[in-house]
T-cell receptor, first 109, second 116 residues
Framework: RKEVEQDPGPFNVPEGATVAFNCTYSNSASQSFFWYRQDCRKEPKLLMSVYSSGNEDGRFTAQLNRASQYISLLIRDSKLSDSATYLCVVNYNTDKLIFGTGTRLQVFP | DAGVIQSPRHEVTEMGQEVTLRCKPISGHDYLFWYRQTMMRGLELLIYFNNNVPIDDSGMPEDRFSAKMPNASFSTLKIQPSEPRDSAVYFC??????????????FGPGTRLLVL
């Protein structure tokens, strides 16, 4: 079983739609959680951290469920510029990050 | 401020040749990470350094791969001899002191390697 699992997609949604991505992780000792965004042929960049109580950044909402070892990312009012691959990332309180293989989002007009 | 700098950006070589990838981390960052990304396996950590010292190289695929960090502003990842299965995008990332965990890893633009 992979340490971090994501649905690869692609998710094809129209502009203005709400879309949600899920991610599961296998190590219950995981301490920190993040979503990174990677545009086509570019490097990954931090989108947002995921906190236990859930957190929001504009149109983006991240949720964490430790009991189910599950992380989610919700994007409201999708924009064309949101088209990218979204990487779920887990840290076991070390210096290392464990990346999921990513979920591809394509927003169309 | 300059971000993480990697060179070359693209490399095409023939099987058996030596390949050297270079990375200049962000000034003042104490951690440096080397990753490899493929469609099949996603982003994999190969090795990372703290204060120029290799801490964990368990992700290095085999003896053909080696990495060095002779000083705080420069690191290399070498593949010798290269094989077609080494074809991937290689990313370097850096992070400040005590913040190696997660959110403050800054990635370079990557080196696209194709081994024929």
């Amino acid at each position: 079983r992979k340490e971090v699992e994501q649905d690869p997609g692609p998710f094809n949604v129209p502009e203005g739609a709400t879309v949600a991505f899920n991610c599961t992780y296998s190590n219950s000792a995981s301490q920190s959680f993040f979503w990174y965004r990677q545009d086509c042929r570019k490097e990954p960049k931090l989108l947002m951290s995921v906190y236990s109580s859930g957190n929001e950044d504009g149109r983006f909402t991240a949720q964490l469920n430790r009991a189910s070892q599950y992380i989610s990312l919700l994007i409201r009012d999708s924009k064309l510029s949101d088209s990218a691959t979204y990487l779920c990332v887990v840290n076991y309180n070390t210096d290392k990050l464990i990346f999921g293989t990513g979920t591809r989002l394509q927003v169309f007009p | 401020d300059a971000g993480v700098i990697q060179s070359p950006r693209h490399e095409v070589t023939e099987m058996g040749q030596e390949v050297t990838l270079r990375c200049k981390p962000i000034s003042g960052h104490d951690y440096l990470f080397w990753y490899r990304q493929t469609m099949m396996r996603g982003l994999e950590l190969l090795i990372y350094f703290n204060n120029n010292v290799p801490i964990d190289d368990s992700g290095m695929p085999e003896d053909r791969f080696s990495a060095k960090m002779p000083n705080a502003s420069f690191s290399t990842l070498k593949i010798q001899p290269s094989e077609p299965r080494d074809s991937a995008v290689y990313f370097c990332a850096s992070s400040p002191r005590d913040r190696g965990r997660g959110e403050t890893q800054y990635f370079g633009p990557g080196t696209r390697l194709l081994v024929l």
